[in-house]
Each structure stands twice: as structure tokens, then as C-alpha cells.
């Protein structure tokens, strides 16, 4: 008797279970759809940590140590953009449902920095010395008048000390600085130079402040700071103020360049 009172119980028991599942699915489906995938590099290996988000930019997701991901969005087709440090950014049409691979690739951009000191050509991470590093883009970005104004605006370590006697005037010498000015006074008069200025390499030759602030930033290919006392073991006692490295766009064999550029 006791054994068919069990089995009479058992039904009710699958009952109950089946009756927790329909409001737990009817609560997903509230929530939004689930969307899902996996990201890989260019040989196929799983990327962990990659940021995926909306369209919004709101982010919905972070891939697992399998390079997984899921997201749960309110509607049907949605656009997903997936972000990793050295890698493009990919944007995906998505639909629930399916399941996606995000396949990302490298940005030879990044992952190709260097240092132009402008004797040696090295890469970002093998050079000890304190640099920053800009491209045309970047101090176009920025500003399209004055090369060294864009710089000042990305780099706050390279100063432009406003001079109010000057007023307005057009070809008044710019007072530039890296890391701070000198406390010492009566040393412009010793000199005769500004004793903050620091030093300008041209594609590899000493040039004037005059002669980059005259610069067209069309011409400019990339600009480098360097800051410490590595670029004093470079440049000598000429470069304790810093040294700012410009290098221009080499003109390419056997073509003919002609370039227009107008600013309103």
C-alpha cells in the first residue's frame, strides 16, 4: 500500500517542476533574446576578455577564457561591435538564435609602434627612454593650423607658455617647454636662448622652433617627445630640455604627388 501511495505522489511531483519552467522561460523572453558566439584571431584561437557592445555602446558582454560570448538584447536584429586592445574593431549584424564566429584581426597600426629618435628607428616596447609618439591624424584631429599647437593639445608634458606683451603678433617666437621651465633666473641672458627650449631634429637634422612652427602639417608624417635623460645619450647636453623629432612624407619613386588641401 505504502509503494502505490508513492507512485500516486510522483505525478504531482513532475507537475510542479514542469509548472516552476514555463514562468522562468516566459521571464527570458521578457528580458530579451539571447545572442551568442565565439571569437577567434587570425589563427583561429579563442580571444579572452574582448569587449562586445551595442549599438548604443552600451556593453553587453565579455568573451570567456573560450572566447565565448553572451548577450541578451531587447530586439531581434541588432548590430554587436567587439573590441580588443590590438586587434580592429569588427562590427556584426547578429540575429537570435544563431550562433556567431567573430573572427578579429590584427591592427598593424598598434601593434607596430615605434620611437623615431631620429638617428635610429626602434619599437615602443624595446626603447627604456620616456616618448610619446603622434601621427598626421592625430594632430589633425586636433587642429589644422599650427603643428606644435596640435602637440601641445595632445601632450600635456610639451607646454606653450602664453606671452601677453606680444599680444596678437604673428611672428612672435613661441616660449616652448617640455616637463616644466627653469627656476634659475638670468639664464636667457647668459645664453641668449630661451634656456627651456628644447631641441628639434628635422628628418634627422638640427633645425630651428621658427622652421616647425612654419611647418605645413600636411607634410608631417610623425612627431616624437622625448622626454628623460635617454635622449641625452643621444643628442648630448643639447637635448636636457627634451628633444621634439619630426619626420616628413618621403616622396615615393617614380610617381608624381600633387595634393590639395583647403580649410574653411
Not at 548604443?56 to 570567456?64: H, K, L, P
Amino acid at each position: 500500500m505504502g509503494a502505490i501511495v508513492g507512485f500516486l505522489f510522483l505525478p504531482q511531483v513532475v507537475f510542479a517542476q514542469e509548472g516552476k519552467d514555463v514562468p522562468q522561460q516566459v521571464s527570458n523572453t521578457s528580458k530579451g533574446q539571447l545572442y551568442r558566439g565565439v571569437v577567434v584571431d587570425d589563427d583561429d584561437q579563442p580571444l579572452v576578455g574582448v569587449t562586445v557592445t551595442d549599438k548604443s555602446g552600451r556593453t553587453v558582454a565579455v568573451t570567456d577564457v573560450n572566447g565565448e560570448f553572451k548577450a541578451m538584447l531587447s530586439t531581434g536584429r541588432s548590430t554587436l561591435t567587439f573590441s580588443y586592445v590590438g586587434m580592429r574593431k569588427q562590427v556584426v549584424r547578429v540575429e537570435p538564435g544563431r550562433k556567431y564566429t567573430v573572427r578579429m584581426q590584427s591592427d598593424a597600426h598598434q601593434l607596430g609602434e615605434t620611437v623615431v629618435t631620429g638617428i635610429y628607428t626602434r619599437k615602443k616596447e624595446s626603447f627604456t627612454g620616456s616618448a610619446s609618439s603622434f601621427r598626421q591624424e592625430d594632430l589633425k584631429a586636433v587642429g589644422n593650423q599650427n603643428v606644435l599647437q596640435s602637440l601641445s593639445a595632445l601632450d600635456p608634458s610639451f607646454v606653450i607658455a602664453e606671452n601677453n606683451l606680444m599680444g596678437s603678433n604673428p611672428n612672435a617666437t613661441m616660449k616652448v617647454s617640455i616637463n616644466g621651465a627653469t627656476s634659475i633666473n638670468g639664464l636667457s641672458d647668459a645664453y641668449g636662448t630661451d634656456p627651456d627650449r628644447p631641441l628639434f631634429i628635422l628628418d634627422g637634422f638640427e633645425t630651428t622652433l621658427e622652421r616647425i612652427s612654419d611647418l605645413s602639417m600636411d607634410r608631417v608624417e610623425s612627431i616624437t617627445i622625448l622626454k628623460d635623460a635617454a635622449s641625452t645619450a643621444i643628442y648630448g647636453s643639447k637635448a636636457a630640455n627634451g628633444v621634439i623629432v619630426v619626420e616628413t612624407k618621403k616622396p615615393e619613386a617614380g610617381k608624381l604627388r600633387f595634393t590639395y588641401n583647403g580649410n574653411f
